[in-house]
C-alpha cells in the first residue's frame, strides 16, 4: 500500500464514496425481499454483499490516511454521512427503489473509476467487473419501467437526478477549476463526469415516454453545495437506518 498523503479534499472524495457503498449495500439488502421477481431479490442480495465488500477494501486505504476504521463503518452521527441524498429515504414501490438506486450506484462509480491513485487500479479493476453487472440490470430495470410505468419514473427522476448530480459535484469544477484534477489525484475533472452521467441517461430514454423535461439538470451551484457531504442542503439516513448499519441491538452476539 502507497504511503502518499492524500489532501484533506481527496480523502473526503473518497470517503463519499464509500458512505455511499455502505448506503447501497444497506438499501439493497432491505429490497432484498420486495422485489417484484426472485431473480430482482437474488440479484439485490448479491449486490449487497458486492458493496459491502467494496466498502471494506476501501476502508482500509481510508484508515491508511487517518480515518478511524469503526467511524468509517458507522460509529458517527447520521448527518456526519456523505451519501448521496438520494439513499436517505427510498419509500414506495419498486420504481421509487430503482430510480434512487440506479443513478447512485452509477454516479458512485463514475467517481471511483475517476481515481488515479496508482496501487488502488488494480482494486478498481475488480470492482468495474462487479459494477458492470449491478449497472446493466439497473438500466434493463429502467427499460422495462420505461414501458410501463413511464410518468412514474419521470416523476421520481425529476427528485433523484438532481441528487445524484450533486453527489457527483458541481459543473463548475472544470479541467481549470476541479483540485482534485488540479493535483492528478482523479483524471478526468467533475464536468466531464457529470456530462458522461447526463448523456447516459438521455440516451438510455430516447425513443420512450419516459420525460426529463423536469430534471434540474444544472444542479448542484457551487455556492449551494456542501462539498464534504457532496449535496445541497441537510437531510441524512434516519436513525433506525443508523441502527441497523451499527449493529447496536446485536452488539453482544459479536464472536471476538
Same mark, same amino acid.
Given at each position: 500500500?502507497?504511503?502518499?498523503?492524500?489532501?484533506?479534499?481527496?480523502? /473526503?472524495?473518497?470517503?463519499?464514496?464509500? /458512505?455511499?457503498?455502505?448506503?447501497?449495500?444497506?438499501?439493497?439488502?432491505?429490497?432484498?425481499?420486495? =422485489?417484484?421477481?426472485?431473480?430482482?431479490?437474488?440479484?439485490?442480495?448479491?449486490?449487497?454483499?458486492? !458493496? *459491502?465488500?467494496?466498502?471494506?477494501?476501501?476502508?482500509?486505504?481510508?484508515?491508511?490516511?487517518?480515518?478511524?476504521? +469503526?467511524?468509517?463503518? =458507522?460509529?458517527?452521527?447520521?448527518?456526519?454521512?456523505?451519501?448521496?441524498?438520494?439513499?436517505?429515504?427510498?419509500?414506495?414501490?419498486?420504481?421509487?427503489?430503482?430510480?434512487?438506486?440506479?443513478?447512485?450506484?452509477?454516479?458512485?462509480?463514475?467517481?471511483?473509476?475517476?481515481?488515479?491513485?496508482?496501487?488502488?487500479?488494480?482494486?478498481?479493476?475488480?470492482?468495474?467487473?462487479?459494477?458492470?453487472?449491478?449497472?446493466?440490470?439497473?438500466?434493463?430495470?429502467?427499460?422495462?419501467?420505461?414501458?410501463?410505468?413511464?410518468?412514474?419514473?419521470? !416523476?421520481?427522476?425529476?427528485?433523484?437526478?438532481?441528487?445524484?448530480?450533486?453527489?457527483? =459535484?458541481?459543473?463548475?469544477?472544470?479541467?481549470?477549476?476541479?483540485?482534485?484534477? @488540479? +493535483?492528478?489525484?482523479?483524471?478526468?475533472?467533475?464536468? +466531464?463526469?457529470?456530462?458522461?452521467?447526463?448523456?447516459?441517461?438521455? +440516451?438510455?430514454?430516447? =425513443?420512450? /415516454?419516459?420525460?426529463?423535461? /423536469?430534471?434540474?439538470?444544472?444542479?448542484?451551484?457551487?455556492?449551494?453545495?456542501?462539498?464534504?457531504?457532496?449535496?445541497?442542503?441537510?437531510?441524512?439516513?434516519?436513525?433506525?437506518?443508523?441502527?441497523?448499519?451499527? @449493529?447496536? !441491538?446485536?452488539?453482544?452476539? *459479536?464472536?471476538?
Amino acid at each position: 500500500m502507497s504511503d502518499e498523503k492524500w489532501s484533506d479534499e481527496a480523502v /473526503d472524495f473518497v470517503q463519499a464514496i464509500v /458512505d455511499t457503498k455502505l448506503i447501497l449495500g444497506h438499501r439493497y439488502a432491505q429490497w432484498s425481499l420486495s =422485489g417484484p421477481s426472485l431473480e430482482d431479490n437474488i440479484g439485490g442480495a448479491s449486490a449487497s454483499q458486492e !458493496e *459491502i465488500g467494496h466498502v471494506r477494501q476501501l476502508a482500509s486505504r481510508l484508515q491508511a490516511q487517518g480515518r478511524d476504521l +469503526e467511524w468509517i463503518h =458507522g460509529a458517527r452521527e447520521a448527518d456526519e454521512f456523505a451519501n448521496a441524498a438520494c439513499l436517505d429515504r427510498i419509500e414506495g414501490e419498486w420504481a421509487s427503489y430503482i430510480a434512487a438506486i440506479a443513478p447512485t450506484d452509477r454516479a458512485a462509480w463514475y467517481l471511483l473509476d475517476a481515481l488515479n491513485v496508482a496501487d488502488m487500479e488494480g482494486m478498481i479493476t475488480k470492482m468495474g467487473q462487479d459494477e458492470y453487472f449491478h449497472l446493466e440490470y439497473h438500466d434493463a430495470r429502467l427499460e422495462t419501467l420505461a414501458e410501463t410505468h413511464p410518468s412514474t419514473l419521470a !416523476e421520481i427522476f425529476a427528485m433523484t437526478l438532481p441528487q445524484a448530480l450533486s453527489f457527483i =459535484g458541481p459543473a463548475a469544477y472544470d479541467a481549470e477549476s476541479d483540485p482534485l484534477y @488540479g +493535483e492528478s489525484f482523479t483524471d478526468r475533472p467533475i464536468a +466531464e463526469i457529470r456530462t458522461a452521467f447526463v448523456e447516459h441517461y438521455r +440516451e438510455l430514454f430516447a =425513443g420512450t /415516454d419516459v420525460s426529463l423535461n /423536469d430534471v434540474d439538470f444544472d444542479r448542484p451551484s457551487l455556492n449551494e453545495w456542501d462539498k464534504t457531504r457532496r449535496r445541497v442542503g441537510g437531510g441524512s439516513i434516519s436513525d433506525t437506518d443508523l441502527r441497523q448499519i451499527r @449493529g447496536t !441491538e446485536n452488539e453482544l452476539f *459479536i464472536i471476538n
